[in-house]
């Protein structure tokens, strides 16, 4: 298995958002999150990425532990609720300084996803003029243009149109068909039923495989 | 480039509300200035009282303004900086001690250029006892450092009206209390009892928010 999740459970503020969970992901398959508003959905993608401190149990990635705010073991991309970028600065210099964290900016990779999306005639705006849909398939190209063996996404559809949505599922196919593990936890199973090979149901801090 | 307008971003939130404090404290410096008050003493200098006042905190209402609308004028914004889950970010290079001094030099600059400006005013209405305004003004700056350090403890644990109530009942002490205040004022060691005070309050309380800002899980 890439990920590992081994008997996870966390209490936050007296409510358990994750109960005894334990969860698999493979190489170069798409995997769905499904549930409810605070199912424990996006707490669950936040303890795959090592952002949180878990009460019990353990996250492997790649065979290394995922530790509480340290580096992480493989290269991950990712959307957690609202993307904080810099609303001053273009959708460019963005992706540039995010990239330029790692030193792993790729020019061609990151103007295909941005045309794809329909956002290079626009990659020279400030962000704020940029409505949410715009800032949405922003966050999704800066999780992608690295080539991050995993991808990690919460409620990625938030805000795009039917065009968007299919031009993202047909995308996520092709990031899986080049190896990369996807994660989307989202309410709309109608689109994760199109491109997840598996799909896990939330609910109350308890994940479930889903028939 | 592109970190100090993240920085400028987060800070800037709340100018409309921080434009209203601000003219509501230039009303009362303009008050203080013409009250009869000794202004060779900083506006958020701690003072003892006059003969004929029942209590410390009486004469020091200038003061504790200074404090409040310092405090105020932050609106949590440095707390929020420090504090604010950047995943985008957090995924590639994880949260570290840059973030935490960051947050560190910005409270330190704002407290710098908070009693800094008024410094300024100070220096420019009374002529005299340019010395002992600059030592007041550095107390006071100092001071509401303190209280920030304090504020955002609750801050990080998530506790924000336990932070406000510490760092109120940490300030209005020492001027309810004469003994407390008039040793603060001494200089036994050739510096004021104040600044030793708040040098070790200030090491003790970044030590603190380091601890807590290191467990800060990223929601």
């Known amino acids: ?211 | 480039m592109m970190a100090w307008r993240r920085i400028v971003q987060i800070l800037r939130e709340g100018n409309g509300l921080r434009l209203m404090l601000v003219l509501m404290y230039v009303a009362m410096t303009y008050r203080f200035y013409t009250s009869g008050q000794d202004c060779r003493i900083f506006i958020g200098m701690f003072r003892a009282p006059e003969s004929y006042m029942p209590s410390g905190l009486e004469s020091n209402l200038y003061a504790i303004g200074f404090m409040v609308v310092g405090v105020a004028l932050m609106l949590e914004r440095p707390s929020e900086y420090l504090s604010i889950p950047e995943t985008m970010v957090y995924v590639r290079r994880p949260r570290g001690l840059p973030r935490f001094l960051g947050y560190c030099a910005i409270v330190g600059a704002y407290c710098l250029f908070y009693a800094g400006v008024q410094l300024a005013v100070a220096l420019h209405v009374v002529y005299a006892s340019p010395k002992q305004l600059m030592i007041g003004a550095v107390c006071a700056g100092w001071t509401l450092l303190v209280l920030a350090l304090i504020i955002n403890l609750g801050y990080l644990g998530r506790n924000r009206p336990y932070g406000y109530l510490a760092a109120m009942v940490l300030y209005i002490v020492p001027l309810s209390y004469m003994p407390l205040m008039r040793w603060l004022l001494e200089s036994p060691l050739g510096v004021p009892n104040w600044s030793v005070t708040l040098g070790v309050l200030t090491a003790a309380l970044i030590v603190a928010n380091y601890a807590l800002f290191e467990r800060l899980e990223i929601i």
Do not use: W
């Not at chain 1, 959905?41 to 878990?54: D, V």
């Not at chain 1, 995922?66 to 609720?81: A, H, M, Q, T």
């Not at chain 1, 273009?90 to 792993?104: F, H």
């Open chain 1, 1 to 211: 298995m890439y990920i590992t999740i081994d008997h996870a459970s966390k209490t936050i503020k007296n409510k358990q958002v994750l109960r005894d969970v334990s969860a698999g992901f493979e190489r170069g398959r798409i995997y769905g999150v499904v549930g409810p508003n605070g199912s424990g959905k996006t707490m669950l993608l936040r303890a795959i990425c090592g952002f949180i401190r878990l009460d019990a149990g353990t996250v492997t990635m790649n065979g290394e532990p995922v530790v509480f705010n340290r580096k992480l073991p493989d290269s991950v991309g990712v959307i957690i609720e609202n993307p904080g970028f810099v609303l001053s600065e273009t959708g460019m210099q963005n992706l540039e300084y995010l990239a330029g964290i790692n030193k792993d900016f790729d020019q061609e990779e990151t103007e295909r996803l941005l045309r794809l999306f329909d956002l290079l005639d626009h990659a020279d705006a400030k962000v704020k003029s940029y409505s949410l849909g715009m800032r949405q398939k922003l966050a999704i190209v800066q999780a992608l243009m690295e080539h991050q063996h995993l991808i990690v996404l919460d409620e990625p559809t938030n805000g795009l149109d039917q065009e968007s949505v299919a031009m993202f599922l047909e995308e996520m196919r092709r990031q899986r068909d080049r190896g990369a593990t996807v994660i989307i936890a989202s309410h709309h199973f109608d689109e994760l039923n199109q491109i997840a090979d598996y799909c896990y149901a939330m609910r109350d801090g308890v994940l479930r495989a889903e028939d």
